[in-house]
């Protein structure tokens, strides 16, 4: 007998625990998401939540190899809030805000080892405020002031650590990844001010002239590779404006 009852207790609450297992139903429009790189389904692509055929939530992206590369936030299918994105070894490479699929709020970017490459902020996609940027070594490398398409450079430092630009004044360069110099622009109240030169990788100029207040002004020549002339003009605040030369057109068949 008490074998018995205990069989009707079974089957009593049986349905019970069925239901009870059972998921929820998945909410009209909405779709869990994930997509693979191979066709065997092994290594994730994507994976997120769509929302009446939208992005929403926290999605993942991963590359080919299986490495986490990107985690953002999205809301009706743009990035918004939190976006940090990796290197292929794990360490991050750019963490920052969104705000409606422009960049907004902090941004930190970093090298492959951690050490930091650049912060600021944006506002509505654009730069605003303090710039602040490092060499790979972490040395300082340059400050900059920004508000809206206009940055100002405060303060620059050379590879060794010497400062080269102080409030605004004095000459910067930068260098291509072999250590040969790539520009040279003198800089007056924190824009480019002064004479300019762009060289070839093999150290021979591929620009000369001027600037004045930031724009372009006077003489202008460029240079071929081979360092034979490619043309000359001239500017006057940021137009060109008076004699043009190009000797290469010149030499060209009609």
Not at 111 to 124: Q, T
Not at 131 to 138: Q, R
């Amino acid at each position: 007998m008490k074998h018995m009852r205990a069989l009707f207790v079974l089957l009593l609450f049986a349905p019970v625990l069925l239901v009870a297992q059972v998921p929820p139903p998945t909410p009209a429009g909405v779709q869990p998401f994930v997509d693979h790189w191979d066709s065997l389904r092994t290594v994730k692509r994507s994976e997120g939540l769509f929302i009446n055929g939208r992005e929403w939530g926290e999605w993942k992206f991963w590359d080919r190899q299986g490495t986490l590369v990107e985690v953002a936030d999205f809301k009706s299918g743009e990035r918004d809030v939190h976006v940090v994105i990796h290197y292929d070894n794990g360490q991050v490479q750019h963490d920052g805000f969104f705000h409606r699929g422009k960049q907004d709020s902090l941004m930190q970017s970093f090298y492959r080892d951690g050490k930091p490459m650049e912060k600021g902020s944006y506002s509505a996609g654009k730069k605003k405020g303090l710039w602040e940027y490092w060499y790979a070594d972490a040395k300082p490398y340059l400050r900059e002031d920004c508000a809206d398409t206009l940055c100002l450079l405060l303060d620059a430092w050379d590879p060794k650590g010497e400062q080269v630009v102080k409030a605004g004044d004095g000459l910067l360069r930068t260098w291509y990844a072999s250590g040969a110099v790539h520009e040279e622009t003198a800089y007056k109240f924190g824009v480019p001010s002064g004479p300019f030169v762009e060289h070839y990788p093999a150290g021979n100029p591929k620009a000369k002239g001027e600037y004045l207040g930031g724009v372009k002004h006077g003489a202008w020549s460029y240079y071929f590779s081979d360092a034979h002339l490619e043309k000359e003009e001239s500017y006057v605040r940021g137009k060109l404006d008076g004699p043009f030369c190009s000797p290469s057109a010149a030499a060209s068949p009609t």
